[in-house]
């Protein structure tokens, strides 16, 4: 069974200037996850696919970018399910990371 975290974090850069910094940030994933992990992703129009393995366990996530705001959902297996008021805590203080411009250096 899944317990799953809905977040939105709002943005005013447009979908697809936020649609291009996530891609360009999603690679940096791996260095917020305590103990490493392994990140697959894969674009679907809009939507970003998300697998990610840490820990021995396996989450599930997609990211569904918006004109107005990016949409995460998180499905998190059994006993993660318990941490889940603390994970959604983190994704919304943290979130916002992944549509910072590292473009411009």
């Not at 910094?21 to 992703?41: C, F, M, T, W, Y």
């Not at 603390?86 to 994704?91: D, H, K, N, R």
Request: no cysteine; net charge negative; aromatic share 2%.
């Amino acid at each position: 069974m899944t317990q799953p975290i809905d977040v939105d974090l709002p943005h005013s850069l447009g979908k697809d200037e936020a649609r291009r910094r996530i891609a360009n940030n999603i690679d940096k994933l791996e260095e917020h996850i305590p103990g490493g992990a392994q990140v697959q992703s894969g674009w679907t129009g809009d939507q970003l696919n998300l697998d990610v393995a840490a820990m021995g366990q396996s989450v599930r996530a997609t990211i569904d970018v918006k004109d107005k705001s990016v949409h995460l959902k998180v499905l998190l297996p059994g006993m993660l399910g318990m941490f889940s008021g603390i994970i959604q805590g983190a994704l919304q203080q943290k979130g916002s990371v992944l549509l910072e411009d590292h473009s411009k250096s």
